[in-house]
């Protein structure tokens, strides 16, 4: 599965922490856009959904929730809640992001502009696009 689990840069020291994620050392890509997740309901459930080509990191910056990874053949779940942490998730992977903490803040780099036509929302054709 195209996925992985990265650290961070960590600068912490007396005054605070400070975590650094540099474009093509940490975060394996040229990011073209951010957005982020936050004030999500209890037992909410976010995502369900592939992509074509993006290439995306998750990080929590605050807060924790889980993401299921799925590639049409295997499926696991993780846990982010570590801010010097990102989950890398290359195309082809379909995902539920759920379990958010109540002060959550899901911050994702994104490889691409937005684009509706990079998507796959239903289930079945993402299992046909792996095969
Ligand atoms: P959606 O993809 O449903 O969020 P999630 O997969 O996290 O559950 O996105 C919600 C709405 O926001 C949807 O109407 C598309 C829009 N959107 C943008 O316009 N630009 C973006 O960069 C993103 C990520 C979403």
Not at 76 to 82: E, F, M
Not at 93 to 100: E, L, M, N
Request: aromatic share 12%.
């Amino acid at each position: 599965m195209d996925t992985k689990m990265m650290k961070f840069q960590l600068h912490g020291d007396s005054r605070g922490q400070l975590v650094v994620a540099e474009t093509m050392a940490e975060i394996p890509f040229e990011i073209k856009r951010l957005y982020y997740i936050y004030g999500v309901g209890e037992g909410i459930e976010r995502g369900f959904h592939s992509h074509k080509n993006l290439q995306q990191v998750y990080i929590a910056i605050h807060g924790s929730m889980k993401v299921t990874l799925d590639d049409g053949t295997e499926s696991k779940t993780v846990t982010l809640d570590d801010p010097a942490e990102g989950l890398y998730i290359g195309h082809g992977v379909w995902r539920k992001i759920f379990d958010f903490s109540p002060d959550a803040v899901l911050l994702v780099a994104a490889s691409e502009h937005y684009s509706e036509d990079d998507y796959i929302r239903n289930y079945e054709d993402f299992v046909a696009s792996t095969k």
